[in-house]
């Protein structure tokens, strides 16, 4: 079984920094992708970034300049760093990763932007 732990939500002010984590364990041999997705209230889920096993990474126009994904491949890690986070990045946050032909999702983590 494969497990994905999510962690770093919480509430914050608009303007302000959060670190989301994710730590995949279980029978995984071989990492391919690893991403973010978000879905608000009301809207569907979207990609946030993804990082490729050797290390490219994508992101979602809106969060471009603002959020740096990164990995640990030695501890099967994936991070989201936030900054200047805005009331739009409201959303519960889920990571994904693909290990060979199989997807695995975490359970989310909400992230609150609000003064």
């Known amino acids: 079984q494969v497990q994905l732990v999510e962690s770093g939500g919480g509430l914050v002010q608009p303007g302000g920094s959060l670190r989301l984590s994710c730590a995949a364990s279980?029978?995984?041999?071989?990492?391919?992708?690893m991403g973010w997705y978000r879905q608000a209230p009301g809207k569907q889920r979207e990609l946030v970034a993804a990082i490729t096993s050797g290390g490219s990474t994508n992101y979602a126009d809106s969060v471009k300049g603002r959020f740096t994904i990164s990995r640990d491949n030695a501890k099967n890690t994936v991070l989201l760093q936030m900054n200047s986070l805005e009331p739009e990045d409201t959303a519960v946050y889920y990571c994904k990763i693909r290990a060979g032909a199989s997807e695995y999702w975490g359970k989310g983590t909400l992230v609150t932007v609000s003064s």
């Open positions: 279980g029978s995984i041999f071989s990492i391919l992708d």
